[in-house]
């Protein structure tokens, strides 16, 4: 089943659940993909599984990017809600990987390239989120390859 036909299964089941709150949230991401779908012309077609995880995960980057400002902005009890929302889409992304694997990633790559400076930070960075996808947060992975880097 694909990831597009989950989405819409948990939202009628939630929907005749009498869960708004999820309901509402899943008729957003299902309003994302299908604005995707026709920015690309695919709206017979469909995206394939990749591409609806990388709009997921542009998703919850954008309620954590929210939830932030809300902090800055002393406002907890909107931030709670973004982190709710995000939570919910989140259940759709595959695993997160440890820092471990994203360590022995960037160390691998580093070797691969022969990168030994912080002018090859963006290959190696290319290089690990070409091999997790969105299994590995991209903030994260930058992180830690600059730490390695220096």
């Known amino acids: ?25 899943l008729r957003g991401l299902k309003s994302v993909i299908l604005d995707e779908e026709v920015k690309q012309n695919k709206r017979d077609t469909g995206l394939d599984d990749t591409t609806i995880e990388q709009l997921i995960a542009r998703e919850v ?19 709670e809600a973004e ?25 691998q790559a580093m070797s691969d390239l022969g990168v030994t400076s912080m002018a090859g930070m963006g290959q190696v960075i290319g290089a690990v989120k070409q091999k997790f996808g969105t299994s590995a947060d991209g903030a ?11």
């Open 140 to 150: 994260l992975v930058a992180q830690l390859v600059k730490t390695a880097l220096q």
């Open 83 to 107: 982190h709710k929302e995000s939570a919910v889409i989140e259940a759709y992304l595959p695993a997160q990987v440890s820092e471990d694997e994203i360590n022995i990633a960037i160390k």
């Open 1 to 25: 089943m694909s990831l597009k036909e989950d989405i819409n299964n948990d939202l009628k089941t939630a929907l005749l659940g009498g869960d708004r709150f999820k309901g509402e949230v």
């Open 61 to 79: 980057k954008k309620r954590a990017d929210s939830a932030t400002q809300y902090e800055a902005a002393g406002r907890p009890e909107l931030s």
